[in-house]
């Protein structure tokens, strides 16, 4: 029996976020999540979606010829076939990044994939849904985001950084609140407290500030 996953979009653009921003990437959006974070900003990633059969998948992203995919959502870990995906896409020679909210496990998910965790800080309004020994399995080939919405978000993310020992063992994202939080004042208090990690903003949404889409 073939193994399918809800799909919402496929689509190339250039990766906006993480260490591997500015490189074209090919995204392969699933659909629906267990959370519900104040800022989400692919909300029709919830519902929408059709079904895909792992192989069309696969097909799909190695038509565009990038050597670069990343598997996101929603929560591309509520769906247990992308870990069929993953280790699919990785087969296939090519670089193959999750983004995942940390609510679920990450264990099964395949060594040669480079595992962004996006921490929930507590004005997302669903810190109580982080899966915290996720923390503890990340490597220096993986990612942990924390989006910080104020003062108390960065604090709360700069303690849990350095009680898991995370500055040590991994990449550390930290990225503003577009709209609520000013990218300066967050550096500010990056540089202040030496935090051993980068200052991102969501590059896609100055490249293509109208679209909420493909992109």
Not at 113 to 128: F, L, M, N, Q, Y
Not at 176 to 190: S, Y
């Amino acid at each position: 029996m073939r193994s399918s996953l809800n799909v919402c979009e496929v689509f190339y653009s250039i990766q906006g976020e993480s260490s591997w921003a500015g490189h074209p990437c090919v995204f392969v959006r699933l659909s629906g999540c267990p959370l519900r974070c104040r800022w989400c900003d692919t909300l029709y990633a919830h519902d929408e979606g059709h079904p895909m059969e792992i192989d069309q998948i696969v097909a799909r992203v190695v038509s565009y010829q990038c050597r670069l995919v990343e598997i996101t959502g929603g929560e591309p870990l509520s769906q247990k076939p992308a870990l069929e995906l993953m280790r699919r896409l990785a087969d296939e020679g090519l670089t193959v990044l999750l983004e995942t909210s940390g609510a679920l496990p990450i264990e099964d998910v395949d060594p040669r994939v480079h595992r962004i965790v996006d921490v929930k800080c507590p004005g997302s309004g669903e810190v109580g849904k982080n899966h915290l020994p996720n923390l503890d399995r990340l490597t220096s080939g993986d990612e942990v985001k924390f989006v910080v919405a104020s003062r108390h978000d960065y604090e709360w993310a700069r303690d849990t950084l350095r009680e898991h020992g995370l500055e040590e063992r991994t990449r550390i994202l930290f990225s503003p609140v577009r709209g609520e939080l000013e990218p300066t004042h967050l550096a500010n208090w990056m540089l202040e407290d030496r935090i051993l990690g980068r200052l991102q903003v969501q590059l896609h949404k100055l490249l293509w500030p109208d679209q909420n889409r493909g992109v």
